[in-house]
């Protein structure tokens, strides 16, 4: 009772100055993104707010049997940059945004940036297939399977992606290899994976490698310099090749 009285007299703090800020905008839009989270490779949430001041939020929260959340509201702008989501409870998260070139920032219930390592995952983008798409595209190098570290060398994987024309192609170990690979939603759903025929004495990483990323569906989670492909039983961490 205590947290919830005094998370309530920040917000009421925090937005005590609106009436006094100059012109208020409404940062209209459908802002979308995947945030962390504890139990599951990630949710999905998209956050679409109206011209009257209302809002609708979907969670889906990926590789669980459960139906996506939907909840609407009223949101408030204080300073043409800050979006607050009354219709939640005052020490509740998700509900306070900083608008950032069509970007929302998501904050923690005092306000702050959210610190961490995933730091950019609260960011919520208006253009966010885009966006990742443009995240994937370009080279990328194995790192690890499964957590177990792949020996940086010459002879290292690699792959590139070029995902608007639903292509890769990249080195197996040995081979040179390419196929087809599709963004759908949160998840790079590859096809059939071909190769070049060099005989080469240690083919184990390459077979290895070319058995995950053929017909094989994957949920990724991307930064500027890594990537990571997911199921439920297997992980495939990349690094951004310079």
Same mark, same amino acid.
């Given at each position: 009772?205590?947290?919830? $009285? ?32 504890? @139990?599951?490779?990630?949710? &999905?949430?998209?956050? $679409?707010?109206?011209? @009257? ?11 669980? &049997? ?15 940059? /800050? ?15 900083? /608008?950032?070139?069509? %970007?929302?920032?998501?904050?923690? +219930?005092?306000?702050?940036? +959210? %610190? ?6 609260? +960011?919520?983008?208006?253009?966010? %297939? ?10 990328? $190098?194995? !790192?690890? +399977? ?36 599709? !963004?759908? @939603?949160?998840?790079? %759903? ?13 083919? $184990? ?18 930064? *500027? @310099?890594?990537? !990571? /492909?997911? &199921?439920? *039983? ?9």
């Amino acid at each position: 009772m205590k947290i919830s $009285k005094l998370n309530g007299l920040f917000l009421l703090a925090f937005f005590a100055q609106a009436c006094s800020s100059g012109k208020i905008i409404t940062p209209t839009g459908e802002y979308s993104g995947v945030i962390p989270c504890a @139990d599951c490779p990630g949710i &999905d949430y998209t956050l $679409k707010l109206h011209e @009257d001041y209302t809002y609708a939020e979907s969670l889906n929260y990926q590789e669980r &049997d459960s139906p996506t959340l939907n909840n609407t509201g009223t949101y408030k702008v204080k300073n043409d940059t /800050l979006i607050y989501l009354k219709s939640k409870p005052d020490n509740s998260g998700m509900q306070l945004f900083r /608008l950032k070139n069509d %970007q929302l920032v998501m904050l923690d +219930i005092y306000g702050k940036p +959210i %610190q961490s390592s995933f730091a950019d995952a609260y +960011i919520l983008r208006k253009d966010y %297939q885009n966006w990742v798409t443009e995240q994937i595209n370009g080279q990328w $190098k194995l !790192q690890s +399977i499964n957590q177990k570290e792949i020996e940086a060398g010459a002879s290292s994987p690699n792959i590139e992606f070029m995902l608007k024309d639903k292509n890769f192609r990249g080195f197996a170990g040995c081979n040179r290899i390419n196929g087809k690979v599709e !963004q759908v @939603d949160n998840t790079l %759903q590859f096809g059939m994976a071909m190769s070049t025929k060099m005989a080469c004495p240690q083919l $184990k990483l390459e077979s290895q490698f070319l058995r995950l990323i053929t017909n094989r569906s994957w949920t990724f989670s991307v930064t *500027k @310099d890594q990537l !990571q /492909l997911s &199921d439920a *039983k297997e992980t495939i961490t990349f690094i951004r090749a310079n």
